[in-house]
């Protein structure tokens, strides 16, 4: 029942998109027209971070697990402070994107790598937060979008949350959201197509599944 939640994060969480993604995989995985060795999972934005949590191995529980992620654009706000790699990782996104954030993303990449993962990032020059869209489009900056970029939470190994620049512990979303809201969100982001990073990302994310899903 949400239509929009750019004015507010906290109406849908990451970890409802995450159960979503996995009973999509379950389904799938009983399909048989489907390998179920060779399902990827694939999101922008919001999607994109559902489909980065998605790759960490201890979403994946007994059931089928995903054989590759592509998270475009995503927010790197919650990490794993232990990451648990599974699934290839191709984290795609614009060098200008003011949203999501560049530098979060490339370090906990940067993490998951250090941890055994196989993950890596292509940054887009001159590309804003959802580059991938309608180019011919203006650039759009939507003043009433909480920004969450220079925030970072640590999930522990526990499940409990710990904010990462005091150490406090968070004992429930709505806790984790309120402290942002004070301490490090921003108002305002940019979105915006580009014609020459969506057509670079559709051929790396043809080399990516050929090498993950084809192989």
Not at 128 to 137: L, M, S
Request: glycine share 10%; aromatic share 8%.
């Amino acid at each position: 029942g949400v239509g929009s939640s750019i004015d507010d994060q906290s109406r849908v969480s990451t970890a409802q998109g995450v159960r979503d993604a996995y009973a999509a995989l379950g389904y799938l995985a009983q399909q048989e027209f489907v390998d179920p060795r060779r399902i990827a999972v694939m999101g922008m934005s919001w999607g994109g971070t559902v489909a980065l949590r998605a790759a960490d191995r201890r979403r994946q529980g007994d059931g089928p697990a995903f054989a590759a992620s592509i998270p475009l654009y995503p927010g790197c706000v919650a990490q794993y402070r232990n990451p648990q790699p599974g699934a290839p990782l191709l984290v795609l996104i614009g060098e200008r994107d003011d949203y999501s954030g560049l530098r979060t993303c490339v370090e906990y990449v940067a993490r998951i790598r250090a941890a055994g993962g196989a993950a890596q990032v292509r940054v887009y020059p001159d590309a804003h937060h959802g580059f991938d869209g309608d180019a011919g489009a203006a650039e759009v900056f939507s003043p009433q979008a909480h920004n969450y970029r220079d925030c970072v939470l640590y999930i522990e190994d526990d499940g409990t949350t710990t904010y990462a620049r005091t150490g406090e512990r968070l004992d429930s979303a709505q806790k984790a959201f309120d402290l942002m809201r004070r301490d490090c969100m921003r108002r305002g982001a940019t979105v915006g197509g580009n014609a020459r990073a969506r057509t670079e990302a559709l051929r790396d994310v043809k080399v990516f599944l050929k090498t993950t899903l084809l192989h």
